[in-house]
């Protein structure tokens, strides 16, 4: 070997072609020519390889080894690349170039260090290597570098590498490798840049990857990286579109201790997981950066990795050209949203529930009701069970709000469903949205030849009277027949009665709730801004809407007599206080008390009417009538623990508010222009809009029924399921699905099929319980799961959500998650929750106000929280983590804000 052979050479000093120093070294050299930021480095050219690979005899070992593959049997792949990789990790460096390398290495000996590889194929436009060479970083010791050189070397050779050779033609012998070793860069986010949106293949938008920390949490798909999306507009300035803040569930650091450097995968807290890894600067700053790159690189759209250090600058870590453009712009991937479902199916859900609830939302709901309207081309995949929660395809709801919300009514609680931003589904985009008047006049037409109930005059008279003429009798007969039935295929077929049955509730449902309740209220809030002003709107529409009696308020008018007649006994309250709820019944049923048989007595009474309700709609947990009683004696306990006002007095209260807003109102629309005719259309339109709050929770209250007729009628199942074996407990028979549930009923299944059912039920059953308190992100784009920006965090300040009822209060919080705490609410206390459920709703007559994490103005905590005249304030991201009990606050359910008042307290 002559002397004049150099193996290493600088990254500033290349003048070298590909074939010398690979293509990553060449891109990062013209960087560094075009002073881009790029970390100091130098190159060990593939004339090193091609001197280790002679001087360790490798090439007859690799010749050998491939000509042993067979490429339709991928082992013997296998088995070729791991003959040549021990072959390379195994062997020595020639001296000649570990003593130039540890010459060059000393000016490095300071910092740590990134070793990279740079092959000679790698990186074309025509074909894509991303990803199958190597890269290690954070090494210090001299001896870690030489080690993973060879690590470099070696995954020239991994079995994906020499397929994909294979399947492109590229001969194996052609390809070198060089490596860069580069200067490390402690990254305080770091990530991807595209300067041709990829997903979409539209020139005119770049896209940003990122995450805290080193870029490898991304390039090894880690974690769900933040997406923003930037638009390029004219004369070269940028607009940031989207900010999709992913769920970082871990974050990749350089290592702190130990010789051997390397990184390690730090999993974030779930606060910062959500918080944005990059600034607005800072994403125009990369933007501009990676636009500067493509221009420099014959205006090629790259894909460009970059990190930010410690003291906020950028750094460029290598450049390529993006492969695999598409030609056209088909979206392939549904986008999800639990954002309606905020309002609508909040809870926890299993699997059976998900298909009891969602086949017919999906079937009467969704594809009959599109088939009656004449809307066409509409999606038939509506829902899905995503992380125990439910999710809503956001094509469906778009197309929804073009045909049936004019642009003028669509406001923050109809957004709200989607992402922030522009982009075919962003909330900009959709407020913007054409309507389609023509389509909804035709669907209104249709309405009345196909399905006249479906009319706003008739849907909420049907109702009721189907729920007198058929439902009712329908209920009593069915708890006589499941007595009476002990066969599994006559429980089978009951259930599937009991569905059958259901259809004409969702069939009427279908218009009370999304077309009649949220269109009219909608109306009147835009009526009011349009005739009054914007600011008092959000003053006078709830009270506008509250003082409404309806099956939720009846049933909580019903627990807070029985909470009288308590607290009017002292025997009675005493047993209450100083007993656990669980053993509560039991206790009372020993008593001759006449005052305790008064209440047995009208407790019975209540369980009759009204025990089918239960802190939550779904079918797992146990109904207000179910044996202990628990729930019911919890709330209970609540109400007797402190004095509240009476019920009677906060209804009365409301009532007079609710008359003085109308006159109000009625006054300032009558003294406008052709205000006599205003007010007419008005309070038509306001008529409707509270008969349908009403009919929405007349409609729950019967939904209530039906979950516990099929909870009930499936325990039962589930207890012969038992004695075979199937499930552990009779619980488990939610975590089966219905066509799961009736094959095995039937013995449609082998011994080898049930215990896969068996196992895959505690699966299903481990996932509901994680989620069971704890909320999965917003939206989900294929596996990709993603938030909008957090506006506050626990240091905040002011945290901003929707106003939902009126009133101020300054108070301490009440965190709660569990609905088996809820007798530890005082008095006045503001209670903060994930989100809530009829169930929960009657200790609000004590409590000083409610904030929520989700849900709007027409969530059931809205509604009672106007009805018992508390402020409330809802969508108030993470509040149940960033809140802490006993921190005080004041709550604002006129502007929808929320102000610390003790910031030391904060946790």
Same mark, same amino acid.
């Given at each position: 070997?002559?002397?004049?052979?150099?193996?290493?050479?600088?990254?500033?000093?290349?003048?070298?072609?590909?074939?010398?120093?690979?293509?990553?070294?060449?891109?990062? $050299?013209?960087?560094?020519?075009?002073?881009?930021?790029?970390?100091?480095? #130098?190159?060990?050219?593939? @004339?090193?390889?091609?001197? #280790?690979? $002679?001087?360790?005899?490798?090439?007859?070992?690799?010749?050998?080894?491939?000509?042993?593959?067979?490429?339709?049997?991928?082992?013997?792949?296998?088995?070729?690349?791991?003959?040549?990789?021990?072959?390379?990790?195994?062997?020595? #460096?020639?001296?000649?170039?570990?003593?130039?390398?540890?010459?060059?290495?000393?000016?490095?000996? =300071?910092?740590?260090?990134?070793?990279?590889?740079?092959?000679?194929?790698?990186?074309?436009?025509?074909?894509?290597?991303?990803?199958?060479?190597?890269?290690?970083?954070?090494?210090?010791?001299?001896?870690?570098?030489?080690?993973?050189?060879?690590?470099?070397?070696?995954?020239?050779?991994?079995?994906?590498?020499?397929?994909?050779?294979?399947?492109?033609?590229?001969?194996?012998?052609?390809?070198?490798?060089?490596?860069?070793?580069?200067?490390?860069?402690?990254?305080?986010?770091?990530?991807?840049?595209?300067?041709?949106?990829?997903?979409?293949?539209?020139?005119?938008?770049?896209?940003?990857?990122?995450?805290?920390?080193?870029?490898?949490?991304?390039?090894?798909?880690?974690?769900?990286?933040?997406? &923003?999306?930037?638009?390029?507009?004219?004369?070269?300035?940028?607009?940031?579109?989207?900010?999709?803040?992913?769920?970082?569930?871990?974050?990749?650091?350089?290592?702190? *201790?130990?010789?051997?450097?390397?990184?390690?995968?730090?999993?974030?807290?779930?606060?910062?997981?959500?918080?944005?890894?990059?600034?607005?600067?800072?994403?125009?700053?990369?933007?501009?950066?990676?636009?500067?790159?493509?221009?420099? %690189?014959?205006?090629?759209?790259?894909?460009?990795? +970059?990190?930010?250090?410690?003291?906020?600058?950028?750094?460029?870590?290598?450049?390529?050209?993006?492969?695999?453009?598409?030609?056209?712009?088909?979206?392939?991937?549904?986008?999800?949203?639990?954002?309606?479902?905020?309002?609508?199916?909040?809870?926890?859900?299993?699997?059976?529930? %998900?298909?009891?609830?969602?086949?017919?939302?999906?079937?009467?709901?969704?594809?009959?009701?599109?088939?009656?309207?004449?809307?066409?081309?509409?999606?038939?995949?509506?829902?899905?069970?995503?992380?125990?929660?439910?999710?809503?395809?956001?094509?469906?709801?778009?197309?929804?709000?073009?045909?049936?919300?004019? *642009?003028?009514?669509?406001?923050?609680?109809?957004? @709200?469903?989607?992402?922030?931003?522009?982009?075919?589904?962003?909330?900009?985009?959709?407020?913007?949205?054409?309507?389609?008047?023509?389509?909804?006049?035709?669907?209104?037409?249709?309405?009345?030849?196909?399905?006249?109930?479906?009319?706003?005059?008739?849907?909420?008279?049907?109702?009721?009277? +189907?729920?007198?003429?058929?439902?009712?009798?329908?209920?009593?007969?069915?708890?006589?027949?499941?007595?009476?039935?002990?066969?599994?295929?006559?429980?089978? =077929?009951?259930?599937?009665?009991?569905?059958?049955?259901?259809?004409?509730?969702?069939?009427?449902?279908?218009?009370?709730?999304?077309?009649?309740?949220?269109?009219?209220?909608?109306?009147?809030?835009?009526?009011?801004?349009?005739?009054?002003?914007?600011?008092?709107?959000?003053?006078?529409?709830?009270?506008?809407?509250?003082?409404?009696?309806?099956?939720?308020?009846?049933? @909580?008018?019903?627990?807070?007599?029985?909470?009288?007649?308590?607290?009017?006994?002292?025997?009675?309250?005493?047993? #209450?206080?100083?007993?656990?709820?669980?053993?509560?019944?039991?206790?009372?049923?020993?008593?001759?008390?006449?005052?305790?048989?008064?209440?047995?007595?009208?407790?019975?009474?209540?369980?009759?009417?009204?025990?089918?309700?239960?802190?939550?709609?779904?079918? &797992?947990?146990?109904?207000?009538?179910?044996?202990?009683?628990?729930?019911?004696?919890?709330?209970? *306990?609540?109400?007797?623990?402190?004095?509240?006002?009476?019920?009677?007095?906060?209804?009365?209260?409301?009532?007079?508010?609710?008359?003085?807003?109308?006159?109000?109102?009625?006054?300032?629309?009558?003294?406008?222009?052709?205000?006599?005719?205003? +007010?007419?259309?008005?309070?038509?339109?306001?008529?409707?809009?509270?008969?349908?709050?009403? %009919?929405?929770?007349?409609?729950?209250?019967?939904?209530?029924? !039906?979950?516990?007729?099929?909870?009930?009628?499936?325990?039962?199942?589930?207890?012969?399921?038992?004695?075979?074996?199937?499930?552990?407990?009779?619980?488990?028979?939610?975590?089966?699905?219905?066509?799961?549930?009736?094959?095995?009923?039937?013995?449609?299944?082998?011994?080898?099929?049930?215990?896969?059912? =068996? =196992?895959?039920?505690?699966?299903?059953?481990?996932?509901?319980?994680?989620?069971?308190?704890?909320?999965?992100?917003?939206?989900?784009?294929?596996?990709?799961?993603?938030?909008?920006?957090?506006?506050?965090?626990?240091?905040?300040?002011?945290?901003?959500?929707?106003?939902?009822?009126?009133?101020?209060?300054?108070?301490?919080?009440?965190?709660?998650?569990?609905?088996?705490?809820?007798?530890?609410?005082?008095?006045?206390?503001?209670?903060?929750?994930?989100?809530?459920?009829?169930? !929960?709703?009657?200790?609000?007559?004590?409590?000083?106000?409610?904030?929520?994490?989700?849900?709007?103005?027409?969530?059931?905590?809205?509604?009672?929280?106007?009805?018992?005249?508390?402020?409330?304030?809802?969508?108030?991201?993470?509040?149940?983590?960033?809140?802490?009990?006993?921190?005080?606050?004041?709550?604002?359910?006129?502007?929808?804000?929320?102000?610390?008042?003790?910031?030391?307290?904060?946790?």
């Amino acid at each position: 070997m002559s002397n004049q052979v150099s193996f290493i050479a600088d990254l500033t000093q290349l003048d070298y072609d590909n074939l010398e120093v690979g293509n990553k070294a060449a891109n990062l $050299s013209k960087l560094i020519q075009y002073k881009f930021p790029v970390p100091e480095g #130098f190159v060990i050219k593939t @004339n090193a390889y091609n001197e #280790f690979v $002679s001087f360790n005899n490798l090439d007859d070992i690799i010749q050998e080894s491939l000509l042993k593959i067979v490429f339709d049997n991928y082992e013997t792949t296998e088995k070729c690349s791991k003959t040549i990789q021990d072959s390379i990790k195994n062997s020595e #460096f020639p001296s000649e170039l570990v003593n130039e390398l540890e010459l060059k290495y000393k000016e490095f000996s =300071s910092y740590n260090v990134a070793v990279r590889s740079s092959a000679t194929a790698e990186d074309l436009a025509s074909a894509s290597f991303a990803g199958q060479y190597d890269t290690y970083l954070n090494l210090r010791d001299f001896s870690q570098v030489l080690k993973h050189i060879k690590k470099c070397y070696a995954s020239l050779w991994t079995s994906r590498a020499i397929i994909y050779r294979y399947k492109n033609k590229i001969p194996h012998e052609k390809v070198k490798i060089a490596v860069v070793i580069q200067k490390m860069i402690s990254a305080k986010s770091a990530g991807v840049l595209f300067t041709l949106n990829p997903i979409n293949s539209k020139n005119d938008e770049l896209l940003i990857e990122s995450n805290f920390g080193l870029g490898e949490s991304i390039v090894s798909g880690k974690t769900n990286p933040d997406q &923003y999306f930037i638009r390029k507009l004219k004369k070269g300035s940028l607009n940031i579109l989207n900010r999709r803040i992913g769920r970082k569930k871990l974050a990749t650091y350089p290592k702190s *201790k130990g010789t051997d450097g390397g990184i390690e995968h730090i999993e974030l807290s779930e606060d910062l997981a959500q918080q944005p890894s990059l600034s607005d600067s800072n994403i125009i700053k990369l933007a501009k950066i990676g636009l500067q790159i493509e221009k420099k %690189f014959n205006k090629i759209p790259q894909d460009i990795e +970059w990190a930010i250090d410690q003291d906020n600058r950028i750094n460029i870590l290598q450049t390529r050209p993006i492969t695999s453009i598409k030609a056209e712009s088909i979206p392939s991937e549904i986008l999800w949203s639990r954002g309606y479902s905020d309002d609508y199916w909040n809870d926890n859900v299993t699997p059976l529930y %998900f298909e009891l609830l969602g086949d017919h939302i999906t079937k009467v709901v969704n594809i009959e009701l599109n088939d009656i309207m004449g809307y066409k081309r509409m999606d038939t995949s509506l829902l899905k069970l995503y992380k125990a929660h439910v999710y809503f395809n956001l094509n469906v709801i778009k197309r929804k709000v073009e045909n049936e919300i004019p *642009k003028f009514i669509r406001n923050e609680d109809v957004l @709200n469903y989607f992402p922030k931003g522009w982009g075919p589904y962003g909330k900009n985009t959709i407020k913007d949205l054409p309507f389609h008047l023509i389509s909804r006049i035709v669907a209104e037409l249709r309405i009345s030849s196909h399905d006249p109930n479906g009319a706003m005059s008739k849907t909420a008279e049907a109702y009721e009277n +189907w729920n007198q003429e058929s439902f009712i009798p329908y209920c009593k007969k069915f708890e006589n027949q499941l007595q009476e039935i002990s066969e599994l295929k006559d429980l089978i =077929s009951l259930v599937e009665d009991l569905d059958r049955t259901m259809i004409a509730h969702f069939r009427l449902v279908r218009y009370g709730i999304p077309v009649h309740n949220i269109g009219m209220n909608l109306l009147v809030q835009y009526l009011l801004t349009r005739f009054i002003s914007k600011e008092e709107c959000y003053q006078l529409y709830p009270f506008l809407i509250s003082g409404l009696k309806n099956k939720l308020t009846e049933t @909580n008018d019903k627990i807070h007599n029985l909470a009288s007649l308590i607290n009017k006994s002292q025997e009675l309250k005493s047993i #209450f206080t100083n007993q656990d709820s669980s053993e509560i019944y039991n206790t009372l049923s020993t008593k001759n008390d006449p005052s305790i048989q008064n209440f047995l007595s009208e407790f019975e009474i209540f369980l009759n009417n009204h025990g089918a309700r239960g802190y939550t709609r779904e079918i &797992y947990y146990p109904r207000w009538k179910e044996p202990p009683m628990k729930n019911v004696f919890d709330i209970l *306990k609540s109400l007797i623990i402190d004095k509240w006002e009476g019920l009677d007095t906060i209804i009365a209260i409301n009532l007079k508010k609710r008359e003085r807003t109308e006159i109000i109102v009625e006054k300032k629309i009558r003294s406008q222009r052709f205000g006599i005719i205003k +007010w007419k259309i008005f309070s038509a339109i306001l008529k409707n809009s509270k008969k349908y709050i009403s %009919f929405r929770e007349n409609q729950r209250f019967n939904l209530d029924k !039906w979950i516990t007729m099929n909870r009930n009628a499936y325990l039962k199942i589930g207890k012969n399921f038992i004695k075979r074996g199937i499930i552990p407990d009779e619980n488990k028979i939610f975590f089966l699905r219905k066509h799961e549930i009736k094959k095995l009923a039937l013995n449609k299944y082998t011994s080898q099929e049930i215990q896969q059912i =068996s =196992s895959e039920v505690i699966k299903r059953y481990e996932n509901f319980k994680i989620y069971e308190n704890k909320i999965p992100p917003k939206f989900l784009l294929g596996s990709r799961e993603f938030d909008d920006e957090l506006e506050h965090n626990d240091k905040s300040t002011i945290f901003n959500g929707l106003p939902a009822s009126q009133g101020i209060a300054t108070a301490p919080i009440r965190v709660l998650y569990d609905i088996n705490l809820i007798s530890t609410v005082r008095g006045g206390e503001i209670l903060v929750v994930p989100q809530t459920d009829p169930g !929960w709703t009657p200790v609000f007559s004590k409590i000083g106000g409610l904030i929520t994490e989700t849900g709007g103005i027409l969530s059931h905590g809205a509604v009672v929280s106007r009805e018992y005249g508390i402020p409330a304030v809802t969508n108030i991201t993470n509040a149940s983590k960033i809140f802490k009990t006993g921190q005080i606050v004041k709550i604002n359910g006129y502007n929808g804000t929320v102000i610390p008042q003790n910031l030391n307290e904060r946790g």
